[in-house]
């Protein structure tokens, strides 16, 4: 009987736990999906800077997206995203993300990754430079996941669009979901905000037979501070450009072709300048990228800072509009 009494006492006490248990557990459940609505509810609306959006959550419990850089209201971020032997670029400012390539397909997971854990659902701008799969292997891609308004491309001779299967499946995806498509038309200026703009500078002519010289090169402008974006563009094309009396100063400048001795020439370096270039390569390449000759061409213009995704991850530059900082993947993990 006693047996009996203590077996009923312990089954009590056990269903008593699990209640208490099971009420703690709704409790967390429900703190959180309040808390998760709360910032849903802010970033769409009310837009309070104190409040943790998703992306700083996710960071701060998975660490991706690194440097993790929020830019401000006066800021604009340049971040030159690590897809080992290619290209791709992110620009945000508080009114327009702007993305600049995309890398091969086998990497465009890590720029959808990192495009997200910096809180980008829509991407305004997309430049695809030109049609190699280093660049744009993993557009279509991009494009199914996120909201884009306008994608801006260079206009081909008949003889040098490619048949590529990546090259297909992102003008499908662009027919498909009905995305503006522009030409990119050398001296047209996109207004973004009060004095921040991007500016179509090349291709100038849609007949080069190398087709890295169709390479979409723009100038983005936030106040007092500039970028410019080559793409794949080598000597003929820069000649072009500098021919044509183009305005190519930039505190910024990504260099052409991954660091290729046929780009970024003497005479094209001097007249943009750069305090701080970037050079988007693989670690392990066959061609030899980044070239020797392109580091001895940045020292003979003065310029001061120069970084590689293959030595430096991630790279990202913040500028307020007067001045600029750098911070890269590297040295944030050397860092922690």
């Not at 392109?294 to 995704?309: A, N, P, S």
């Amino acid at each position: 009987m006693a047996t009996t009494r203590k077996a009923r006492t312990y089954r009590k006490r056990k269903r008593s736990a699990k209640r208490v248990f099971n009420n703690i557990l709704s409790a967390i459940l429900l703190i959180i999906l309040t808390a998760a609505l709360f910032v849903f509810i802010n970033e769409r609306f009310i837009k309070w800077d104190f409040i943790p959006t998703s992306a700083d959550i996710v960071h701060f419990f998975v660490g991706g997206g690194k440097p993790y850089v929020k830019p401000l209201d006066s800021e604009a971020a340049v971040y030159f995203i690590d897809v080992g032997q290619g290209d791709c670029e992110l620009i945000r400012s508080k009114n327009c993300n702007i993305l600049i390539d995309c890398g091969d397909d086998g990497r465009v997971d890590e720029v959808v990754g990192f495009i997200g854990y910096s809180g980008v659902e829509r991407l305004d701008y997309v430049i695809a430079t030109h049609p190699h799969a280093d660049h744009i292997g993993g557009m279509y891609r991009i494009l199914e996941k996120f909201d884009v308004g306008t994608v801006i491309l260079p206009k081909l001779s008949e003889s040098q669009i490619p048949e590529t299967v990546f090259y297909q499946k992102m003008l499908n995806v662009i027919d498909r979901k009905g995305i503006k498509t522009e030409y990119a038309e050398a001296g047209k200026i996109y207004e973004i905000a009060e004095k921040t703009s991007l500016e179509i500078i090349a291709p100038l002519y849609d007949n080069y037979e190398d087709l890295n010289n169709s390479s979409v090169v723009a100038r983005y402008t936030h106040g007092g501070n500039s970028f410019l974006f080559t793409g794949d563009a080598e000597s003929l094309a820069e000649l072009d450009i500098l021919d044509n009396g183009l305005d190519v100063r930039a505190d910024v400048l990504k260099i052409g072709h991954h660091g290729s001795a046929g780009a970024s020439s003497k005479a094209f370096l001097e007249k943009v300048k750069p305090q701080i270039a970037v050079i988007e390569v693989g670690e392990v390449n066959d061609y030899g990228h980044p070239r020797a000759e392109v580091f001895e061409r940045l020292g003979q213009v003065g310029c001061k800072e120069v970084y590689t995704t293959a030595a430096d991850g991630n790279i990202v530059v913040v500028s307020d509009g007067a001045f600029l900082k750098v911070k890269t993947e590297k040295a944030e993990i050397a860092a922690a």
